[in-house]
């Protein structure tokens, strides 16, 4: 069963991917993301209307002090205490009133906040491998971070900020129109005004938004970039290299950001100034009107009272506005990857109860979405379940691209891939690759303890069977030096361990989860002697029995293997165990010999 958390991201997954397969409108995309919190929302607005009262309340009851107080022979004491008390009352509510509506405010935007994130979490795993090259990591974290915070603020500013200052303008023009129709007409004109001066910075607004956003993301991705190169920088004294260039993008991003606060500034004290006229005109107005005994000094207290209302409400939305703004950028920015159609590349249904492991290539042609040239060309490959194959050839010869295919990372363009006889295209792919292992060249392990990244993705290990894998993969000096062994802390990537170590508790990893298919891609490249020696050992117990493909250049590491297939510009060009491909003093001889 599910955890709350996760039901509410699997319904938020299953709104957008009933949805049109393309960015929508930002505000109905703000819509189908509140779909579920209306009775939250509509609870949070009615105590936001009551502990708002006093806004409208106090300067009808301030008008109304000041004609008692002006005219004492039309009134008594009696009047100016029940108006103290009824103010009194209307400010006190504000406290229960102003905790309700935050508490159903805050329950439907920390739900959409949780769920949105989560959502965009599990599309990103759901979406093509194709889709996560064409991007870098730091600008994903970007959208799963600050364009969800913004979009948080956004949607917090137009139930708080925007609905709080259109109801005020439109209960202070009511009650307005109620007491004198010349007035509200007055205080009316004010709105065409301030959409005017909306309209006429909108487009600049968003534009430099635009491009603050994108300079956000590009400088997120380069960070990323630059703290996983440190070891590398580092090691070629080129510090000072990824420094001019992270202060090249930080330059870009301050001026951007520059232009952006400029216009903000320039939209804003352009708003201040055209109501502060207004407020002028209004005063001198309802002057006028009482000058003439139209109306009373009461009244124009109201009055001036109620259009300061309106004034700061429209204020108030002229200023969020640039917030507004970031907040549609953001929308626009996490639609990218919400209605994204770059999904799982085979999206078939049946789950294999078992693999024996026979590997199928069928005049499979491939080429990158971003390359006209293809990396396998009409390649007719089948490997018997249980078999070895190792895979050579030159850099580019498509030996790694085989074995994403064996994932099912990627589809071919044409021809089709099948395991025991069931093509890929009707296999359920996440069961599929539960029954797969991958000891990739680059080890990948997380910052936990070195039990936590053996048993990753496997319940219930017996401790029998966890040291059974561990003496498996030669792992028992490794764990006999750690400090608290099985439970000692790896850093981040594993970074406190050697090449070494870390491929072995990858083979462990691979071990424990009993796979039918083993992939190995240059697992013993980057080790020393020794290394490579005991990784090697861990190899042969890992393999045997079991369908296995190996990607290797040191051609020594292979001469075990069942069969070994040569490869060139995306097809097989020559195959036999590594005797018989001497003996043929072919492509693979001549690969041995550069070796030699």
């Given at each position: ?48 209307l009551i502990k708002h009262s006093p806004v409208w ?68 795993q759901h979406l093509s491998i194709s889709y996560h ?99 590398v920088t580092r090691a070629h004294g080129l510090e ?357």
């Open positions: 069963m599910p955890n709350k958390q996760g039901q509410e991201s699997f319904d938020f997954e299953q709104r957008f991917k009933n949805g049109p397969g393309k960015v929508e409108g930002a505000f109905k995309t703000l819509y189908m993301l509140y779909k579920g919190q209306f009775r939250n929302i509509g609870l949070s607005f009615f105590f936001f309340i106090i300067p009808i009851v301030t008008a109304n002090m000041i004609d008692i107080a002006s005219n004492p022979k039309e009134h008594s004491m009696t009047d100016l205490w029940v108006n103290l008390a009824v103010v009194a009352f209307v400010i006190l509510q504000n406290i229960p009133s102003q905790m309700l509506h935050m508490s159903f405010l805050s329950k439907a935007s920390r739900h959409v906040e949780a769920g949105l994130r989560s959502t965009l979490v599990r599309k990103l090259s064409e991007l870098k990591s730091g600008r994903l974290q970007s959208k799963v971070l600050r364009d969800v915070e913004n979009i948080e603020f956004l949607s917090k500013q137009i139930m708080y900020t925007f609905s709080a200052a259109l109801t005020s303008v439109i209960v202070a023009i009511g009650v307005t129109a109620s007491k004198n129709l010349l007035v509200a007409l007055f205080f009316i004109l004010v709105i065409p005004v301030a959409i005017l001066l909306v309209y006429f910075f909108k487009k600049n607004l968003q534009k430099k938004n635009n491009e603050f956003r994108k300079q956000i993301e590009t400088m997120s991705g380069q960070v990323a970039e630059t703290l996983t190169m440190i070891p000072e290299l990824e420094i001019k260039k992270t202060d090249t993008t930080l330059e870009n991003l301050k001026g951007k950001g520059y232009k952006l606060d400029i216009s903000e500034a320039y939209f804003g004290a352009t708003g201040w100034v055209v109501f502060q006229l207004f407020q002028m005109f209004c005063l001198i107005f309802t002057a006028i009107l009482a000058y003439q005994g139209t109306i009373t000094v009461g009244d124009v207290v109201m009055y001036q009272g109620f259009f300061t209302t309106i004034l700061m409400s429209i204020n108030q939305i002229i200023n969020v506005y640039p917030q507004l703004a970031k907040g549609y950028e953001s929308i626009i920015s996490v639609s990218e990857v919400l209605f994204s159609t770059q999904t799982v590349e085979y999206q078939g249904k049946q789950k294999l109860p078992s693999i024996a492991g026979k590997i199928t290539f069928e005049q499979v042609n491939f080429q990158y979405a971003d390359s006209s040239k293809h990396v396998l060309h009409d390649l007719n490959l089948e490997v018997k379940a249980g078999e070895c194959v190792a895979l050579v050839g030159a850099s580019g010869a498509g030996k790694s691209t085989v074995l994403s295919m064996v994932l099912g990372f990627y589809k071919p363009n044409e021809g089709r891939l099948l395991v025991d006889g069931v093509p890929y295209d009707d296999l359920q792919m996440q069961t599929y690759r539960q029954k797969l292992a991958v000891v990739p060249q680059n080890t990948i392990l997380f910052s936990g303890s070195i039990r936590d990244n053996i048993t990753y993705g496997v319940s219930s290990v017996s401790e029998e069977r966890l040291y059974e894998v561990i003496e498996m993969a030669n792992l028992q000096d490794v764990i006999a030096d750690m400090p608290n062994g099985l439970d000692t802390l790896i850093g981040e990537h594993g970074g406190k361990l050697s090449g070494g170590q870390r491929q072995r508790i990858a083979i462990a990893r691979a071990i424990i989860r009993d796979p039918q298919i083993i992939l190995l891609d240059e697992a013993t490249s980057a080790l020393d002697n020794v290394s490579e020696y005991r990784v090697q050992q861990a190899i042969q117990k890992l393999i045997k029995g079991r369908t296995t493909f190996i990607v290797a250049h040191r051609l020594s590491t292979i001469r075990d293997a069942d069969r070994i297939i040569v490869m060139d510009n995306g097809t097989c060009v020559e195959e036999g165990s590594f005797e018989e491909l001497i003996k043929r003093k072919g492509e693979f001889y001549k690969l041995k010999q550069l070796q030699a």
